[in-house]
């Protein structure tokens, strides 16, 4: 071949390779063109249901604000602490305006549902106690209801007692804990400082009972894990009367403080009708002038035998469920009191040996209650076939226990009806038309806990 050939077949080379690089370089293009388009049509539920309406390309690359015409969807969390967890909350803009929100929950996903079909029922109160961690014994108490429910099993009457005492306990460590986050919230970080240290001396009488701060695994089938210790009458009123004490400090910092009203008054407003629309509960109900408690209304263990008041109030708006949380520590603290006062004498656990350990003392003396003890929690007992539902008022307003049975030491089935899932849902109603700086007191004012959303 001549040195001109060579030459030409050299260039014609060239040019397919040019041909390559402008056919590669327009695949990609189109490539990018499709995923602008898949970001345009965003893929999860949440996504395609708050995407109704289009927007520009230039708002989901990042550029300027739309035009006057156009709406910005942004993302409120998952990783903002004011959404109290892993909340994602989809928000749709018109400059500061919200249009519309839509909560999304699944960030947290545990299962402890379907794990509790693997553990025993002696088992089960380890796991459900982790769902809403900031009142683990509200958690344990409607478990160990719903399963002596199924046993047909009655409970000493001074175990009765100790729950209720330790339960309103616990609603006042969770209250504190709201008063003290919702307040960060917004900008009164005293009421961190504050509301933090009288949850500290909750969870200091809380762990002295029952050996932890959190998730205590202390109510359980049958009664509670441990009597209560020697003088703890007088460690119950002392605590009572310095939280007390210090509750009128938060009234008089947050009540009449011009800007905290101006965060909270009017805003999230909330109807009856709407709370009711999605099952909310708690304190959020109450905020609407619905006075619903389960304590008065389906009375369990003795609250029908104590005294103490319905808190609600009438506007629904963030204030009112800053307020009702408030004026209930006073109203547990009234009850804690007469737990002191008529706390019965007896067993703080029920006489059957089949759900219940042998004294620890026995183990060391007896081979049968060695025995006893090691297959009472290696194989746990067996409860007869069937279903029930018990609910409860935690914190957050109605928790919820169904379990069903086939008669095995498992149960089949187990469901936990969590406050914080359905109180949620009103957060759409409570954000239309308002700010997005109101997105901050709205979500504190739910008070949600994640762990009892995702479990």
Known sequence: MSDGARDTDATVTRDELHEVEDEFAREVAASEKREDARLLHQTDEADQEMGDRSMTEVVLTGGPWPDDDDTMIVNFGPQHPSTHGVLRVMVELDGERVLRVKPVIGYLHTGMEKTAEQLTYVQG?????????????????????????????????????????????????????FQATNGLDLGALSMMLYGWREREMVLRFIEKVTGLRMN??????????????????????????????????????????????????????????????????????????????????????????????????????????????????????????????????????????????????RINESMEALI?????????????AGETYVAIESPRGEIGCYIVSDGSGKPARLHIRG??????????????????????????SVDPILGEVDR
């Open 125 to 177: 109160g380890t796991n459900v106690t982790r769902m809403d961690y900031a009142s683990p014994l509200s958690n344990e108490l409607v478990y160990a209801l719903a399963v002596e429910r199924l046993l047909d099993l009655e409970v000493p009457e001074r175990a009765t007692w100790i729950r209720m005492l330790m339960a309103e306990l616990n609603r006042m460590a969770s209250h504190l804990l």
């Open 372 to 384: 006893h003890h090691f297959k009472l929690f290696t194989e746990g007992f067996r409860v007869p």
């Open 419 to 444: 406050p914080s899932l359905n109180n949620l849902q009103a957060m759409e109603p409570m954000l239309k038309d308002t700010i997005i700086a109101d997105a901050v007191a709205v979500i504190s």
């Open 216 to 361: 205590t695994n202390y109510i359980r089938p049958g009664g509670v894990a441990a009597d209560l210790h020697d003088g703890w009458e007088d460690d119950a009123l002392e605590l009572c009367d310095l939280v007390e004490t210090n509750l009128p400090d938060y009234e008089a910092l947050l009540v009449e403080n011009p800007i905290w009203l101006e965060r909270m008054v009017g805003v999230g407003v909330l109807s009856t009708e709407e709370a009711l629309s999605v099952n909310a509960s708690g304190p959020i109900l109450r905020s609407t002038g619905f006075g619903w408690d389960l304590r008065k209304a389906e009375p369990y263990l003795a609250y029908d035998e104590v005294d103490f008041d319905v808190v609600y109030a009438q506007n629904g708006d963030c204030f009112d469920r800053f307020r009702i949380r408030l004026y209930e520590i006073y109203e547990s603290i009234k009850i804690v009191r007469q737990c002191v006062e008529k706390m019965p004498g007896g067993d703080y656990r029920a006489d059957d040996l089949k759900v219940t350990p042998p004294p620890r003392a």
